[in-house]
């Protein structure tokens, strides 16, 4: 995971951590800006281990603060990395004294600097990669992205402690990595990555056996084929064509609106991998239309926007104007320019009567129907068809709750077991 040295955890971190335990998934973090007036790292450390509950190593530390930064120190060895000079660089550390280092800013000073090196090695816990591996402890190296700094740590970290490929659990068995058959699953898609094509890609994760271009594939949730004429390898603006692909490795597939996060391919096996969840939002909008001539259009814009999780949609079952559900306001002004950018849809936010949306789950159909009748005018779809109550208060929430005993409130959904209501 990034963290911005000036923010700390993002809600968006915090989600992508919860993905990462829920699956059992280790996590390399990297605390980006330190170029920047950030915050104390000691501060930092705290906070990864408070709020996430997991122990932080430092593997390297930052050198000055802001402006004053010059470079990072290997925690273990006391190894240097200087700012100036070893940006880029992911190779052998310098040999440099302390007096050395702060000799390189006048706001710096060697007995400041001892104290602090002598307080991590003390406070901090050491890496230990049993632990890393079993996702409760977190290396952390300091840099800037845009200085690439640091960078170069990171990729090592990743080269040398990345897993392997794991078994993945999907309905109705365990696959492992190491099966022949190809296997994979949609984890994230992407509409209108080069705006002029209007194109879509939906990005999976091979979970075992071998993908070849060209190759024949059947999408698990609607026993269609589909062939991989296309698939890609991405690296940050650079794509290509994806020959051949192995379990583990991520594979950018263009389609147009077929394939969902969630979808399981395989080369003609019944299964859906689980465990891909969808979280509930924390904020709630209205979106009011002006052009009302357009609303055909805006249904199908947010469905492809929600597809690609970029935002959540909630349809009331009383017929209300449609409900958009996202995890921080910046979401907000992303679906907005895109809505204008994309669709040529101008909207508008309004704050709606609403604060929580929980997807409804019970023993039953019957329970979550006579649920559902009971509050006609706080019950939504998702665009699955799942049921959502809608709380306008905390207390809304935990007392309808209450009494209602046979249904619960969840505010995260697994993909596949989305059909709760079976
Ligand atoms: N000084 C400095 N700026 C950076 C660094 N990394 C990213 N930025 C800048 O910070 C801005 C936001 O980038 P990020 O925070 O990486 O991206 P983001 O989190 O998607 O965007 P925000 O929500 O605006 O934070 C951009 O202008 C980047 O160029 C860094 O290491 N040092
Ligand atoms: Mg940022």
Same mark, same amino acid.
């Given at each position: 995971?990034?963290?911005?040295?000036?923010?700390?955890?993002?809600?968006? =971190?915090?989600?992508?951590?919860?993905?990462?335990?829920?699956?059992?998934?280790?996590?390399? =973090?990297?605390?980006?800006?330190?170029?920047?007036?950030?915050?104390?790292?000691?501060?930092?450390?705290?906070?990864?281990?408070?709020?996430?509950?997991?122990?932080?190593?430092?593997?390297?530390?930052?050198?000055?603060?802001?402006?004053?930064?010059?470079?990072?120190?290997?925690?273990?060895?006391?190894?240097?990395?200087?700012?100036?000079?070893?940006?880029?660089?992911?190779?052998?550390?310098? %040999?440099?004294?302390?007096?050395?280092?702060?000799?390189?800013?006048?706001?710096?000073?060697?007995?400041?600097?001892?104290?602090?090196?002598?307080?991590?090695?003390?406070?901090?816990?050491?890496?230990?990669?049993?632990?890393?591996?079993?996702?409760?402890?977190?290396?952390?190296?300091?840099?800037?992205?845009?200085?690439?700094?640091?960078?170069?740590?990171?990729?090592?970290?990743?080269?040398?402690?990345?897993?392997?490929?794991?078994?993945?659990?999907?309905?109705?068995?365990?696959?492992?990595?190491?099966?022949?058959?190809?296997?994979?699953?949609?984890?994230?898609?992407?509409?209108?990555?080069?705006?002029?094509?209007?194109?879509?890609?939906?990005?999976?994760?091979?979970?075992?056996?071998?993908?070849?271009?060209?190759?024949?594939?059947?999408?698990?949730?609607?026993?269609?084929?589909?062939?991989?004429?296309?698939?890609?390898?991405?690296?940050?603006? !650079?794509?290509?064509?994806?020959?051949?692909?192995?379990?583990?490795?991520?594979?950018?597939?263009?389609?147009?609106?077929?394939?969902?996060?969630?979808?399981?391919?395989?080369? $003609?096996?019944?299964?859906?991998?689980?465990?891909?969840?969808?979280?509930?939002?924390?904020?709630?909008?209205?979106?009011?239309?002006?052009?009302?001539?357009?609303? @055909?259009?805006?249904?199908?814009?947010?469905?492809?926007?929600?597809?690609?999780?970029?935002?959540?949609?909630?349809?009331?079952?009383? $017929?209300?104007?449609?409900?958009?559900?996202?995890?921080?306001?910046?979401?907000? !002004?992303?679906? @907005?320019?895109?809505?204008?950018?994309?669709?040529?849809?101008?909207?508008?936010?309004?704050?709606?009567?609403?604060?929580?949306?929980?997807?409804?789950?019970?023993?039953?159909?019957?329970?979550?129907?006579?649920?559902?009748?009971?509050?006609?005018?706080?019950?939504?779809?998702?665009?699955?068809?799942?049921?959502?109550?809608?709380?306008?208060?905390?207390? !809304?929430?935990?007392?309808?709750? %209450?009494?209602?005993?046979?249904?619960?409130?969840?505010?995260?959904?697994?993909?596949?077991?989305?059909?709760?209501?079976?």
């Amino acid at each position: 995971m990034v963290i911005d040295g000036a923010k700390g955890i993002e809600p968006r =971190t915090r989600k992508l951590f919860e993905v990462c335990r829920l699956r059992d998934i280790p996590i390399i =973090t990297f605390i980006n800006k330190m170029d920047r007036e950030s915050r104390d790292p000691f501060d930092l450390i705290d906070e990864i281990e408070k709020t996430l509950a997991l122990d932080a190593a430092p593997i390297t530390w930052p050198v000055g603060r802001g402006r004053d930064f010059v470079g990072t120190i290997d925690v273990e060895s006391g190894g240097v990395r200087l700012l100036d000079g070893d940006a880029g660089s992911g190779g052998r550390l310098r %040999e440099m004294s302390l007096a050395t280092i702060a000799a390189l800013n006048s706001n710096l000073n060697a007995a400041t600097l001892g104290g602090e090196l002598d307080l991590v090695r003390q406070a901090c816990k050491r890496f230990d990669p049993l632990a890393f591996a079993e996702g409760h402890m977190t290396p952390i190296f300091f840099g800037s992205a845009l200085k690439n700094f640091g960078v170069g740590d990171l990729l090592n970290a990743l080269a040398d402690l990345a897993p392997p490929p794991r078994t993945q659990a999907a309905d109705k068995r365990v696959v492992s990595a190491t099966e022949l058959g190809m296997s994979a699953f949609v984890f994230k898609i992407q509409a209108n990555m080069d705006p002029n094509h209007r194109d879509r890609i939906a990005f999976v994760r091979l979970c075992s056996g071998k993908l070849t271009r060209g190759m024949k594939v059947k999408q698990a949730r609607t026993a269609k084929a589909m062939s991989l004429r296309a698939p890609q390898f991405f690296f940050a603006q !650079d794509r290509a064509l994806a020959e051949e692909a192995y379990a583990g490795d991520v594979v950018g597939i263009p389609n147009h609106g077929t394939l969902r996060i969630g979808d399981t391919l395989t080369e $003609g096996e019944d299964i859906n991998f689980v465990g891909i969840p969808n979280f509930a939002p924390e904020i709630l909008r209205r979106i009011r239309l002006p052009d009302a001539m357009k609303a @055909k259009k805006l249904k199908r814009a947010l469905q492809e926007l929600s597809e690609e999780g970029v935002a959540q949609v909630f349809r009331p079952t009383d $017929g209300s104007a449609l409900l958009v559900g996202v995890v921080g306001p910046l979401q907000l !002004d992303v679906l @907005k320019a895109r809505l204008f950018a994309e669709y040529a849809l101008e909207i508008d936010w309004s704050t709606p009567e609403f604060q929580f949306a929980r997807w409804i789950a019970a023993d039953n159909r019957k329970m979550i129907d006579r649920f559902a009748t009971s509050y006609p005018s706080a019950i939504a779809e998702d665009f699955d068809g799942d049921l959502v109550f809608l709380a306008r208060t905390a207390f !809304d929430l935990e007392y309808t709750g %209450e009494h209602n005993g046979d249904i619960t409130f969840s505010d995260v959904k697994d993909i596949h077991r989305r059909k709760q209501r079976v």
